[in-house]
């Protein structure tokens, strides 16, 4: 039996891994999930966006978490000094990082 729990413990660990950078925060009672610096969310857990979903909850109005999860997603559209793609996830709507946000 221990062997099973090991599996199941290791289940979840790459479960989580897998899911990285599609995190949501939700309340056991909450119907919404939220990011992770909404006003909204108060005493939430982080889920993983697809276990929020599978239990019915939607994403909140205020944060639109979804827009933020895709937004997580995108890669910086900025040059690094030798030529090559910047490798920072970006949230800002123009695909630039901090670092190449023109001032
Ligand atoms: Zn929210
Ligand atoms: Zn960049």
Not at 73 to 82: A, F, N, R, V, Y
């Amino acid at each position: 039996m221990k062997k099973n729990y090991m599996l199941t413990l290791l289940f979840l660990v790459f479960g989580t891994l897998c899911s990285f950078g599609q995190t949501v925060y939700s309340s056991q009672k909450g119907e919404k999930y939220h990011t992770a610096d909404c006003k909204l969310s108060g005493d939430a857990n982080a889920v993983a966006l697809a276990d929020a979903k599978k239990s019915g909850k939607s994403a909140c109005g205020v944060c639109k978490p979804d827009e933020w999860v895709k937004a997580k997603l995108t890669q910086c559209d900025g040059k690094t000094k030798d030529g090559t793609q910047c490798k920072r996830m970006t949230a800002n709507s123009n695909k630039k990082c901090y670092q190449h946000q023109s001032k």
